[in-house]
């Protein structure tokens, strides 16, 4: 990593996982981050990684892919530097609370499937998606945020997150894909920005009534997507018109 302020410039190790808030040559506040809380864990030991150098004309890149994450902590910050999550990276892990970077650009399909008891995740901005089945089965995520930076929501991204009851959609997001919501049960509020322009017929399934939160402009200019919004047995939503 490097400083921003004193410039100074150092390696991430498992002593200074925990130390990403600050710099530990001059003290300052280093960027990147969202708040996380004192018992978050950063073991770089317990992530596998793949290195890529790709050669760009007289310019050599460097792209990093976190693989898959190997340890037991419950609450975790991803090191800095990584550029995209891989496929299954953290399928079924028992972890309670991920913490993700700035500088992330994509998130692979099911990185995150089957993390069962996953509660809460950071989502950065830079990412443009979520993959088809990225979170599925996460059945204890109870709320998540998309960032403006993500275009469209893959099929069955949150396909069985039984407890998932509150989603907000960034200004930005553009397209719900078939099942991306399906079987979210205890779904009660979805936040949707003015540019969402498509929804599947069956993005969204659950048996619980949704207030639907979206300017007036997008409900007389979408009236047809408010009707996407129903019960698993056929009810209409409250936010019909």
């Given amino acids: ?8 410039t150092w390696t991430v190790s498992a002593d200074l996982g925990m130390n990403l808030r600050n710099c530990p040559f001059c003290g300052a506040a280093l960027p990147g981050y969202p708040a996380f809380p004192a018992n978050a864990v950063c073991r770089p030991e317990d992530f596998q990684f ?5 050669v760009h004309g007289n310019h050599t890149a460097f792209i ?7 340890g037991t902590d419950r609450i975790i910050v991803i090191p800095p530097g990584v550029d995209y999550i891989g496929a299954g990276a953290f399928s079924n892990c028992p972890v309670w609370e ?8 994509a998130i692979d399909s099911s990185a995150f499937k089957g993390c069962h008891v ?22 204890s995520l109870e709320e998540i945020e998309i960032p403006g930076s993500v275009q469209i929501i893959g099929s069955k991204a949150f396909w069985f ?34 540019s969402l322009e498509e929804i599947h017929p069956n993005a969204i399934h659950c048996s619980e009534e949704i207030q639907v939160i979206a300017s007036e402009h997008w409900k007389k200019a979408h009236p ?16 019909r018109p």
Avoid at 1 to 8: D, G, V
């Fill in 1 to 8: 990593m490097k400083c921003p302020h004193c410039k100074s």
């Fill in 161 to 194: 997150c039984l407890n998932l009851e509150h989603v907000k959609l960034r200004e930005g997001v553009r397209k719900i894909d078939s099942q991306a919501f399906a079987f979210c049960n205890r779904m009660r509020v979805i936040e949707i920005p003015d």
């Fill in 98 to 105: 991920i913490y993700v970077p700035q500088g992330l650009r």
């Fill in 224 to 239: 047809d997507l408010l009707n996407r919004f129903y019960y698993i047995h056929g009810n209409w939503d409250s936010g």
């Fill in 64 to 70: 990093r892919t976190l693989k898959k994450y190997t």
């Fill in 50 to 54: 793949d290195d890529e150098y790709p």
């Fill in 118 to 139: 996953l509660r809460k995740i950071s989502l950065p901005g830079g990412i443009t998606s979520i993959p088809p089945h990225a979170f599925e089965g996460c059945h």
